[in-house]
């Protein structure tokens, strides 16, 4: 060997001895060629007997260090490829290579470099443990890799399961609640007595809690997280507990109870929170003093702490001479699923979730929880919580203020399936002064759009052949409709804003209807698409025009009004006939020219100032020849409109001559 080569083997090998980190290189049949004495240190085999030998059995798992193998020969490369050695201290290691070529270019190999990632820190008694303990280990890990796998895809397919079992009971809970809440409502509008209106409202109020109580529990993802959101409305506190204290007359007098309020007057008459979470808070309470209660009276007392000119702290609370709790319970009487006793749940029901809940919502709002109890004597729980104070009025009270705004005509297309749902809708919307329109699926909705105008839809998300998601995306995409839409939904696990807002949904409301803040958005809507302001039909007015202007163009003339009508009838079949040849033909310039000298008339006889933007949209598709897919649909719309508003200037045409003798 010359002295030439020597040098370079001698340069060589100090390049592959200066890696502190395992070396290896591999030829193309995956043997050992060579290694690096940090290789030798740990594996603890001679050199000798690594050379020659197969790459992949020096690792826990073979075949992904083949995975090595296979990835520097199709890639040239490989970084950051994580495994194990089978060495006594099953090293952990990180492997990057590439491969080797001759002078000709031919891959001769590949070098990979172990980088160690395992600590370095292991006690001596570890390493010895280890080493008697390595082939064990391996199998044991490989095992309990093997368990670890099927326990997490379990474990997944439970929590998918879980996950749909809560949305699909949401949904058929909240749907009856719907109802429930939804009538009680219409029947505290009706002429009601005193005592009936107290009842109504407290099973409103019930229904209310009952809500939050599902929204909570069943969106099991919200809850573990504490992520819960708390609504900042104003509201009054006084009508708030008296409601609540309502609700429990009954059960009073069958258990011949006293229940009495005492309710500190120096609290402002309207403050600011979360008043539906503040009636689950005392609801849960009270209902528990009733059920531990078999003699004597509960007392709901309410106070103001203190107060400065932004926030008021009050102090609830609930005390009974019931049952009492246990010394060694009172610690555990908030955490989840636990009771006073064993026998708790055999003898007066409950799950032991009603305190850890009531707990976690007054904790969230920025407030504490206690109880006093003694066994046998009876219990005190209080809770203390802060609530802004305002000058606003409430929402609800508002919004009635704001029902002198012009709703006459306005058009409601519902789309809902469930009948109880659709008849609940029909009787609010009419209460508003609206005139409502059901469609039981989306695809029903779009049939009445094809045909008949609406000013506003409410847009049920779950139903039958075509859901709300897809109704929406059809609306704004292939009809090419502005038209406002709510979505409404019952199913709070899954209702998701931002696909919503993606298929082109305005808003949206979850279900049980807060008919005041459905009115207000509804109006909110129309006010912003222009359309609140729509009179009643009058003569000259129909689905597909409105004359009103042409009336002032031409002063009232009738003989000029004949004119203007009869040349718009004279003119728009031949137009619409050379646009319906032109995209059978692909005669692009056909249908811009039908479109362009169309879309004046639009104007001229009013006709809906949609129906002029797909118009203007026919024209420059065809100009642009772009998007020539969609021409077809929009030509159809176009023709539907122009034929049946020809339809109906024929009527109004002999209005006008009628007029005239």
Known sequence: MGTHSRQESLYVRSLIEASLDPLFTISPEGKITDINNASINITEVTRENLIGTDFFEYFTEPEKAREIYKQVFTEGFIADFPLTIRDPKLTEVLFNG??????????????????????????????????????????????????????????????????????NMSHEIRTPMNAIIGFTKVLLKSDLNEKQKEYLTAI????????????????????????????????????????????????????????SKNYDKKIPKVLVGDPVRLHQIVLNLVGNAV????????????????????????????????????????????????????????????????????????????????????????????????FRKTKDEIESEKYEKNLDVKVKNIKVLVVEDIALNQLLMKTLLEEFGFIPDIAENGKI???????????????????????????TEYI??????EIPIIALTADVT????????????????????????????????????????????????????DLTGLKKRTKGNPERMLEMITLYREQTPPLISQMKQGLNNKDWESVYTAA??????????????????????????????????????????????CTNACEALEVELNLIKKSML
């Open 98 to 167: 590439s491969v080797y070529k001759d002078e000709y270019g031919k891959v001769i190999g590949v070098v990979v470099v172990a980088r160690d990632i395992t600590g370095h820190n292991r006690i001596e008694n570890e390493l010895k443990e280890a080493k008697v303990k390595s082939e064990l280990a391996i199998k044991i890990a490989e095992k309990a890799k093997r368990n670890a796998e099927t326990a997490r895809q379990i474990a997944e397919d439970a929590v998918k399961s879980k996950q749909q079992f809560l949305s």
């Open 204 to 259: 409103k109020m019930s229904g209310d809690a009952l809500i939050v109580l599902i929204n909570d529990i069943l969106d099991l993802a919200k809850v573990d997280a504490g992520k819960m959101i708390f609504e900042q409305t104003p509201f009054k506190m006084t009508a708030s507990i008296s409601a609540i204290i309502h609700l429990f007359e009954t059960k009073i007098q069958e258990k011949n109870l006293k229940l």
């Open 291 to 386: 059920k531990f209660t078999m003699k004597g009276e509960i007392t709901v007392a309410v106070r103001l702490l203190n107060e400065d000119e932004e926030k008021a702290i009050i102090e609830f609370s609930v005390t009974d001479t019931g049952i009492g709790i246990p010394e060694d319970r009172i610690e555990h009487i908030f955490d989840n699923f636990q009771q006073a006793t064993s026998e708790t749940a055999r003898l007066y029901g409950g799950t032991g979730l009603g305190l850890a809940i009531a707990k976690q919502l007054v904790e969230s709002q920025g407030g504490t929880i206690s109880v006093k109890s003694e066994l046998g004597k009876g219990s005190s729980f209080n809770f203390i919580l802060p």
């Open 445 to 471: 909705a779009i049939d009445k759009l094809m045909t008949n105008s609406y000013n506003i839809i409410l847009m049920d998300l779950h139903m039958p052949v075509m859901n709300g998601f897809e109704a």
């Open 476 to 481: 704004r995409g292939k009809m090419n409709s």
């Open 494 to 545: 899954t209702v998701d804003l931002k696909k919503c807002r993606a298929v082109g949904m305005n808003d949206y409301i979850a279900k049980p209807l807060d008919e005041m803040l459905l009115l207000h958005k509804i109006l909110e809507l129309l006010e912003e698409s222009d359309t609140a302001q729509v009179r009643p039909l009058p003569s000259g007015r129909s689905e597909y025009f």
């Open 596 to 641: 362009h000298k169309l879309i004046p008339s639009f104007s001229i006889m009013g006709i809906h100032k949609d129906f002029e933007i797909i118009a203007q949209k026919i024209q420059g598709y065809s100009a642009a020849r772009e998007h020539l897919d969609e021409l077809n649909e929009l030509v159809l719309r176009i023709e539907d409109v």
